[in-house]
């Protein structure tokens, strides 16, 4: 197994594709931020927590695991692959260790560049900043999302298989689906996978005021249930498939 | 025990029965030639093999053992599928050394066999810009990376120029010199006749011949002589009396199942002239048409 996350976190530092979707997420989060720190007030320790835990890396971590294994098809290195390493539970649960580590890095890098820049425009504004404790618990609480988010990436690309098929699917479930669902039926929005339980362990309030997220134990669990069953049904799928 | 076989071999997709009740050996220290038309079933074969498609019945194994059952499977068979692909924006170096690492070969075995298949130079530059033939030879060093003692290659001189065919004929020699199995499937018939010791023919998902290739070359009908008389006709009429066809091939004639003495004999008794009297050997061509029932038109 060991040998396994070498060779897939290898794979992923061998390509530009992980730099250009990190280095895009990097750019789009920063630029909302510091869009948002220097135009918007910012009077409550929510508000400024809000913006630090609502960046874009998730998204970009998803499409990434789901890359990532998609991809294998896509190349048809899947062959290659599966012939270096033929148990292929062993590969799937490589894959899914492997993208929410990655996950767990990228968000490290961009939750903590995020909360500096941003924590450097607000005190040059006299506006409210956060204190270390608080940072901390921002910090955690995202890490654990991009580990989530990056397995979750995997799971799907597992299940769908076709690259272009996996990453469409993906933007439109997260955001028209989900966000759809929040304005129509916020009961059923909240345990959905890729923003509603996420969003709850992250503990933050928006400003309506009126959209209510689980609790972060109970969204915990609920992306727990969300990563094994698709797991499972990736392996499955992945397992019984014929290479041809 | 054989170093591969497969024993009563199946493979159903839907309604087509790619491979019917397949067996055969290949052995070690040898280059068996895995022969068949499209479509025959060879890289369904090769890929139940490998464990990459589950096969409707029968096995496939190395040394008595499934290909995912192996401990190290990469340094027990390597091979080279015919739609080898690889991440077009990795390197080829990349790309070996990811293999090292699943493999756990030595990070040194990455050079060693970029040196071995001549992409030493090219091995830092992405895959995107390789031509097919280097391509090929990376598949090969991928195959090569460890040492394994079974080579499956589908197909490999695909893509290859005339030096890369030879080079590969001289490495398939090279790796059954040194008691490797080697097993080679392709539809460069001519390529195989130059470098394999054993064939294996199939068609339509059956075996079809199986052996030394002298054994497979002979055929079934035995020797075939290619004669020309000044009465055609009349050798025509006196080998059909004798019990033998002959096929009409321009000024002369071919005799299935017959020696030159033998025809030269049934000549003589009918009071017929010979212009010409010679054994005609049927190539590997021919006796893989016959075999798979094709043509070699």
Not at chain 1, 81 to 89: F, I, W
Not at chain 2, 28 to 49: D, Q, Y
Request: contains cysteine.
């Amino acid at each position: 197994m060991k040998a396994l996350l070498e060779a897939e976190l290898l794979k992923l530092r061998t390509t530009r594709t992980f730099a250009a979707l990190i280095g895009t997420a990097i750019g789009i989060s920063l630029l909302v931020l510091v869009l948002s720190t220097t135009l918007s007030d910012y009077d409550r320790e929510q508000d400024v927590r809000a913006t630090f835990a609502g960046d874009f890396t998730g998204l970009f971590i998803l499409l990434l695991g789901a890359m990532g294994i998609a991809g294998e098809w896509r190349h048809r290195t899947i062959t290659s692959t599966v012939l270096a390493a033929p148990d292929r539970l062993k590969l799937i649960v490589a894959k899914t260790i492997s993208y929410a580590v990655a996950g767990v890095v990228v968000s490290f890098v961009v939750t903590s560049l995020l909360i500096l820049v941003g924590t450097v425009i607000l005190s040059a504004r006299d506006q409210t900043t956060i204190d270390f404790a608080a940072v901390v618990d921002i910090m955690w609480r995202n890490l654990i999302v991009a580990a989530y988010l990056g397995a979750l990436g995997v799971c799907v690309g597992a299940i769908v298989r076709s690259q272009v098929a996996a990453i469409v699917g993906l933007l439109i479930f997260s955001l028209v689906v989900e966000f759809t669902l929040f304005g129509l039926a916020p009961d059923v929005a909240k345990y959905m996978p890729f923003n509603g339980a996420p969003t709850g362990l992250q503990d933050v309030t928006f400003d309506d005021g009126e959209t209510e997220f689980l609790d972060p134990g109970v969204a915990g669990l609920v992306m727990f249930g969300w990563v094994a069953v698709l797991f499972a049904a990736g392996a499955v799928l992945l397992r019984r498939r014929d290479l041809t | 025990m054989a170093t591969v076989e497969v024993r009563d071999l199946s493979k159903r997709f839907g309604k087509v029965e790619a491979v019917k009740n397949l067996s055969f050996d290949v052995q070690a220290g040898r280059v068996t030639g895995f022969l068949g038309p499209n479509g025959a079933g060879k890289s369904t074969t090769l890929r139940a093999l490998l464990g990459l498609i589950n096969p409707t019945g029968g096995t496939a194994t190395f040394g008595g053992r499934r290909y995912d059952e192996l401990e190290h499977p990469s340094a027990t068979v390597g091979a080279v599928l015919e739609d080898a692909s690889f991440h077009p924006g990795r390197s080829a170096r990349n790309h070996l050394r990811v293999l090292a690492v699943t493999g756990q070969h030595p990070p040194g075995r990455v050079d060693e066999v970029l040196k071995a298949v001549g992409l030493a130079d090219a091995a830092d530059r992405r895959v995107k810009g390789y031509s097919m033939g280097m391509k090929q030879r990376l598949g090969i060093a991928a195959a090569l990376l460890g040492d394994p003692e079974v080579l499956l290659l589908d197909e490999p001189t695909n893509g290859l120029d005339p030096p890369g065919i030879a080079w590969m004929r001289g490495m398939v020699r090279e790796q059954a010199a040194h008691g490797r199995a080697v097993l080679i499937s392709s539809h460069l018939l001519a390529e195989v006749a130059q470098s394999v010791d054993d064939v294996i023919v199939i068609a339509n998902g059956e075996l079809r011949a199986q052996g030394p290739l002298e054994q497979v070359l002979g055929g079934s009908d035995g020797p075939a002589t290619e004669v020309a008389a000044e009465d055609p006709e009349g050798l025509a009429r006196a080998l059909q009396a004798a019990g033998h066809a002959a096929v009409r091939s321009g000024a002369s004639m071919v005799v299935h199942g017959l020696s030159p003495a033998e025809v030269g004999r049934i000549a003589g008794a009918a009071g017929l002239t010979l212009l010409l009297l010679t054994p005609r050997a049927r190539s590997l061509e021919q006796a893989f048409f016959e075999l798979t029932g094709g043509t070699d038109e």
